[in-house]
């Protein structure tokens, strides 16, 4: 455990207790980690993270609608198929070309047969499971309790090392208990106000401590207003972070926050939420107090 | 009782399924393996690798801390709970014994159930010298004389006394029935667990709408807005998948393929376009649905930001479309004043028949055949045969009915329109939170 503290505060990685537990129990158990939380948490991050921890290749699958296994699992290399069949026209003997075409060599892999045969245990991230269809989302929990595949041509293809399997969701639909039940899970909130100081600290290391304090404190107070629908996320913040580092400036003030305010809130809704229920002034004043 | 750490936790995975999180025997097993690799000396560690292996879902982590907290409490915290908990049984034995001496007709206990007589108990001296003076009155009116059998006439009015009593003083009292497992332990951290509810997200899962409290409506609305985009993200995401899915579109194949001789070396597909249902909405915003009815613009406002093809109507007495307040990004509490102010129908009576026959008259190009009609009512309406017979001819025009029923289930027996409507229509739960979650996870559009 101590290890995966020690990795994470290497790769700059900022996190608590719940987390390295959790991932040191996925790794034990060999059981995929499912992570939920609001957009901007760091979950994709973290899926990122374990690959640069652990030396390891980082394999992605984005999801999306209308996923289906050719995609996320195999296809046949069909163009080559036919190349090798034309070429077969002119040889005189056509022994174990049937055999031949629907070997190894003609199979494509996509991420998740890659991540079966891959020689060193890789990272296996799932993005945004929850946008995958429900057949999908079945057929996967399948191949995560198992970690292997049936392709009918060559058999069973069985995983030599199970991979470290990170699924991320929004959280924009239930995902199904079947797949819950496999995995271990985590859910990533906004970071405390402590928290999100150090993250400022360690990813732009220029900017003062006074700065560093009131943004964090800022943004903790638009993440608490509830009609804000795009609430700003870890990376927003270091990007203002950078921001007002750019603009040369050592303290908040209301000017300065009305001027880049578009850094962290990024629709006309959010923004006119943030002017009638918060305000430049009020924000200037909590992140100063 | 045996003591192992096996033993334990399987005493515990009990006591949070009573609770109400979801904990399956697989994840029994994995927490005892979980535990296997975790300093037992610390305490957070073996939390988190519980909850980590245990709990599923964002709202059931409150419930789970809470649970582990009391269930893993120090042991002299453990018997002072155990203890409380005993005196708080006693004293309502002993509350419920001097209502009993009380309730009595003519020397003669009146059939009242633990929970009437219990509900007497927790009454202010005012309201009981009420019911004890109606007592003494009827028996000194010598009811008898005339009607032999007048106890069960006094039981039925002491009964509706106390409901009254009941309904006005929502907060005084706690009538939850509570499972008891036989388990004194496991009885009172369940006990425990009833009375520090937070005053949160889990709580109004399970709370009637009807009954959630002003200050947490703001809350409720953000929820049940949530839950609205839940529900039609599962809906837009819904097609279905066939072998036929991706088509060989051979025209554009073979045109793509001469230059190859004609050897198909590239394939083109014709792919079936994701058809996504349309959806009518009619929302009840008559009187007996008030208190919903801010919850009810919060799920149409919640649709409607995900799904575009929808068509909302209001009614009451009558039904009035409101699809055109709701513009994409524009502010609920405006649009609330809006429809509020303008509608003509806010708060009247239920005349349901009356309402489907305008739909069908007035909007006949929205009942298609492709379409469903969703209704979010409590089936309370003036002439049944009529809106039964509006019902049927509208079946016939759309795909299917679909009933959010903001009646309690188990109140649907009583109800002469629910059970009048339930066989035409597919009518789901929609009296707590939790049941519209279900909602987004069962495939109602099938």
């Known amino acids: 455990m101590e290890n995966i503290r020690k990795g994470f505060e290497e790769v700059g990685y900022i996190t608590d207790s719940e987390v390295i537990i959790t991932v040191y129990l996925a790794l034990k158990l060999e059981k995929p980690i499912l992570i939920e939380g609001e957009p901007g948490v760091g979950k994709t991050e973290l899926g990122k993270v374990l690959g640069q921890i652990f030396h390891t290749e980082l394999i992605r699958l984005q999801c999306y609608e209308g996923l289906d296994e050719n995609k996320a699992l195999y296809e046949w290399n069909y163009q080559k198929q036919l190349l090798k069949i034309q070429i077969m026209k002119e040889a005189q003997s056509c022994e174990n070309v049937e055999q031949d075409l629907f070997s190894q060599e003609y199979l494509l892999e996509r991420p998740l047969l890659k991540a079966i045969q891959a020689e060193k245990k890789p990272v296996l991230l799932i993005d945004e499971v929850d946008k995958t269809d429900e057949e999908f989302e079945a057929f996967l929990f399948e191949l995560l309790s198992d970690f292997q595949v049936s392709v009918p041509e060559l058999g069973t293809l069985t995983a030599s090392h199970i991979p470290m399997v990170v699924l991320t969701s929004n959280n924009e639909r239930e995902l199904s208990d079947g797949l819950k039940r496999r995995c271990i899970y985590l859910f990533l909130d906004y970071p405390t106000i402590e928290r999100e100081i150090s993250i400022i600290k360690a990813k732009v290391p220029d900017i003062n401590e006074k700065l560093t304090e009131q943004i964090a404190k800022a943004v903790h107070l638009i993440r608490q207003n509830r009609e804000i629908k795009k609430k700003p996320s870890i990376a927003e913040t270091l990007d203002w972070a950078r921001a007002l580092l750019t603009l040369n400036e050592d303290s908040l003030s209301e000017k300065l926050v009305k001027q880049t305010l578009n850094i962290l809130l990024k629709t006309k809704a959010d923004i006119e939420t943030f002017n009638k229920q918060i305000g430049a002034h009020a924000l200037d004043e909590f992140a100063r107090s | ?41 610390d305490r957070e560690q073996v939390k988190t690798a519980l909850r980590s292996v245990l709990v599923k879902r964002k709202g059931e982590r409150e419930v789970f801390d809470r649970t582990f907290d009391l269930y893993f409490a120090p042991l002299e915290e453990r018997e002072r709970h155990q203890m409380e908990h005993q005196m708080r049984q006693d004293q309502k034995k002993q509350q419920i014994e001097e209502a009993q001496q009380d309730l009595k007709f003519e020397e003669e206990n009146l059939e009242l159930t633990e929970e009437d007589k219990y509900l007497y108990s927790q009454m202010d001296q005012e309201d009981k010298e009420r019911i004890k003076d109606y007592l003494q009155k009827a028996e000194a009116g010598k009811a008898r004389e005339w009607e032999p059998n007048v106890k069960p006439l006094i039981e039925t009015i002491v009964k509706g006394a106390l409901r009254r009593w009941l309904h006005s003083h929502p907060d005084q009292v706690d009538l939850q029935e509570r499972v008891s497992t036989g388990d004194q332990e496991l009885d009172y951290i369940l006990e ?54 991706q088509l060989l579109d051979l025209r554009r194949t073979i045109r793509d393929n001469i230059r190859y001789g004609g050897t198909m070396f590239k394939l083109k597909y014709r792919s079936k376009r994701i058809q996504k249902p349309k959806l009518i909405l009619l929302c009840d915003v008559s009187g007996s649905m008030s208190r919903y009815a801010s919850m009810v613009l919060q799920f149409i406002y919640g649709i409607h930001s995900v799904l575009g093809n929808i068509e909302s109507f209001i009614f009451s007495d009558d039904l009035e479309r409101i699809s055109q307040h709701f513009q994409p990004g524009s502010d609920f509490n405006q649009l609330m004043v809006d429809i509020m102010n303008k509608s003509r129908v806010w708060g ?46 509208i079946k016939k025009c759309v795909k299917d009915i679909l009933w959010l029923n903001t009646l309690p289930e188990q109140e649907w027996q009583n109800s002469a329109s629910t059970r009048a409507f339930q066989p035409l229509v597919k009518m789901y739960p929609s009296n707590t939170l939790n049941d519209i979650e279900k909602l987004t996870r069962s495939k109602i559009f099938a």
């Open chain 2, 1 to 41: 009782m045996e003591k192992t750490i096996e033993a334990n936790i399987v005493r515990f995975t009990h006591l949070l399924r009573l609770a109400g999180i979801r904990v399956g025997s697989g994840e029994v097993i994995d927490a005892l393996n979980a535990l296997t690799y975790v300093d037992f000396s």
């Open chain 2, 192 to 245: 425990d667990l009833g009375q520090k509810a937070p005053s949160g997200e889990d709580s109004l899962m399970y709370e009637d709408m009807q009954h959630i409290k002003d200050k947490d409506l703001p809350k409720a609305n953000m929820l049940i807005r949530r839950l609205a985009k839940h529900l039609v993200t599962r809906i837009s995401r819904r097609y279905k998948r066939s072998k036929r899915h």
């Open chain 2, 348 to 393: 009247g009576g239920t005349r349901l028949h009356q309402s489907l026959k305008t739909l069908r008259k007035n909007h006949p190009a929205v009942l298609t055949s492709d379409a469903y009609l969703i209704v979010l009512s409590d089936t309370k309406t003036e002439s049944i045969g009529e809106t039964l017979h509006e019902l049927r001819t």
